[in-house]
């Protein structure tokens, strides 16, 4: 114990090394761009979809600098051409935002285009996931029949046994958590019908 003292405390756990600038560079920013409506909706169906936060997706397309300079390399001293577009705010980490303004400048690459070149990086993803949206919509109408028989059969017992039933008791608890899940389902394929309509071609031609 004498030893111990004399070593002073020492903490079992070995914390990790960061620094300041690092904590900050992993700070949330907002950040306006005027981007087209395909690469809006893009990029709101890939986060739709894979059920991430959209910061999440701008840092993962801004944090690849090797794309980024090489769509940087392709466009620089490039203007765009005069298209109507969406000016929109979306919140990015410092670090991202500062990627984005540094090759830009370096390469006089317009940051508006290199968020539109990027996110075309994401057209394979979004193809693959209208595919599983038409199956998707298939499978509900299954479900949705067997949701429907579900609630038919307690509805059965409820009236054969009696609500206070131990069977009954622990059918409506199960259909409680289905009658959950189905509309959480339900939600889901709503929000994605925009993935029906979304113009898969963002080919469009941004410079003059």
């Known amino acids: 114990m004498a030893q111990d003292k004399k070593q002073g405390w020492r903490s079992p756990l070995s914390l990790p090394q960061t620094s300041s600038s690092a904590l900050r560079g992993k700070q949330s920013v907002r950040a306006t761009f005027k981007l087209t409506t395909g690469c809006v909706e893009a990029i709101s169906i890939v986060a739709t979809h894979l059920g991430i936060k959209q910061k999440s997706l701008f840092d993962h397309l801004a944090e690849d600098s090797h794309s980024l300079m090489s769509i940087a390399n392709e466009i620089q001293n490039r203007k ?4 109507q577009r969406i000016q929109k705010t979306y919140v990015l980490s410092r670090n991202s935002l500062i ?3 540094s090759v830009s400048k370096d390469y006089n690459a317009p940051r508006d285009a290199l968020v539109e070149y990027s996110v075309r990086r994401l057209l394979p993803i979004i193809a693959k996931e209208r595919e599983k949206h038409v199956l998707r919509k298939k499978l509900f109408v299954d479900l949705t029949e067997h949701f429907e028989q579900g609630k038919k059969l307690l509805e059965k017992a409820i009236t054969d046994l009696g609500e206070e039933d131990p069977l009954c008791d622990k059918f409506g608890a199960v259909m409680a958590f289905y009658t959950n899940a189905y509309n959480n389902i339900d939600s889901f ?20």
């Open 80 to 83: 765009l051409k005069k298209c």
């Open 99 to 101: 990627s984005l303004d």
């Open 189 to 208: 394929i709503e929000r994605s019908k925009i993935i029906e309509e979304f113009d898969h071609d963002l080919r469009i031609k941004l410079f003059k």
